[in-house]
């Protein structure tokens, strides 16, 4: 089977688009990185307070693919483990964007919520 790969020439253009706080998770864990299936699970399972399954990973990942927020290509084709090939996963430049726009976001709403507490503390 052909190596695919998707285009992430014209992310710079585009909005950031909506995600999920598992999508949110996966993008986090791929920032900077190709990682394949197991590596993600891996990655994000390290604190997680429940554990992440292949079945949660998956439909993620095919989300952002469809949302051009990844992209992926396969790995060697003979693999020194014997196992199967892999697919490797990374973030596109939407995808960065996205996950900044949710971080800038959560950073703002962190910051509110303490301001409020400080004033209801005061009061």
Do not use: C
Not at 3 to 23: E, G, L, N, W
Not at 60 to 79: F, H, I, M, T, Y
Request: charged content about 35%.
């Amino acid at each position: 089977m052909p190596s695919r790969k998707k285009k992430d020439s014209d992310d710079k253009d585009q909005k950031p688009v909506r995600i999920s706080a598992i999508d949110e998770d996966v993008l986090t864990a791929l920032m900077g990185r190709e990682l394949y299936g197991l590596e993600i699970l891996d990655q994000l399972n390290l604190d997680r307070p429940s554990e992440l399954k292949f079945g949660s990973l998956y439909p993620a990942l095919n989300r952002l693919e469809k949302k051009g927020l990844v992209s992926w290509k396969w790995g060697d084709e003979v693999d020194e483990s014997g196992g199967a090939r892999r697919k490797y996963y990374k973030v596109t430049g939407l995808g960065a964007k996205s996950l900044r726009a949710v971080q800038v976001y959560r950073a703002a709403l962190a910051k509110r919520a303490v301001q409020s507490q400080a004033i209801l503390g005061d009061a």
